[in-house]
């Protein structure tokens, strides 16, 4: 993860581990947002209502927003190693849920820990990992006799054109890595041309 090109699973997946007589599921899911990744939390534990826990974590974006829970369990026992556990494969986007059906037989912190860990651990090996850049966006109004010069600028991925509104003048919105936000804006500003506020957004994976 290089804080604008980084790690997305592809795809779902999902891992079982038994540990002394319980149970634990993992499954993971690409998420674009938290709305998304309660959405499909919520969708998992629908699926199996008879589960112990549902444990949780999440990570968004780059850098990366992150949330994790131990839904019940002792605490630092779950979310933690789930969130561990992703955070070491260097994924974002990613949402990972952990069912437990719960055995008989107490599994300690320690137990408790590895458990969960190694559940999101198999899961991320058994998934196809791609790649998403994080965009800035830039909002500036072009007349037409310059457009030509703006639709110079663009140099996809790392430039891309992601809007055009024809009127007096033409309203575009560029998608631009990091790196490369400050030379967009000073050719724009030599063009005469003022760029408006940016915003986070991500690309497609890849």
Not at 23 to 52: G, I, M, T, W
Not at 116 to 132: D, F, K, N, P, S
Not at 169 to 180: A, E, F, G, K, Q
């Amino acid at each position: 993860m290089t804080g604008y090109r980084y790690r997305v699973p592809a795809g779902s997946g999902s891992a079982e581990l038994r540990e002394r007589g319980s149970r634990f599921l993992a499954r993971l899911e690409p998420v674009a947002d938290e709305e998304a990744a309660k959405q499909h939390l919520a969708a998992l534990a629908a699926r199996h209502p008879d589960a112990s826990h549902h444990c949780w974590a999440w990570r968004l974006g780059s850098p990366p927003r992150e949330r994790s829970s131990d839904a019940g369990e002792p605490a630092g026992t779950a979310g933690r190693p789930i969130l561990r556990a992703l955070r070491g494969a260097g994924v974002s986007d990613v949402l990972a849920v952990v069912s437990r059906w719960f055995g008989g037989t107490r599994l300690g912190r320690g137990g408790l820990a590895r458990a969960y860990g190694g559940a999101v651990r198999a899961a991320l090996a058994a998934t196809a990992v791609g790649e998403r850049l994080a965009y800035e966006t830039i909002a500036v109004t072009v007349p037409y006799a310059l457009f030509g010069e703006l639709q110079r600028l663009v140099q996809p991925p790392e430039i891309e054109l992601a809007s055009a509104d024809y009127g007096e003048s033409v309203r575009c919105t560029l998608r631009v890595i990091p790196p490369r936000r400050a030379a967009v804006v000073e050719r724009l500003a030599a063009l005469g041309l003022e760029a408006a506020g940016s915003r986070s957004e991500r690309g497609p994976g890849c």
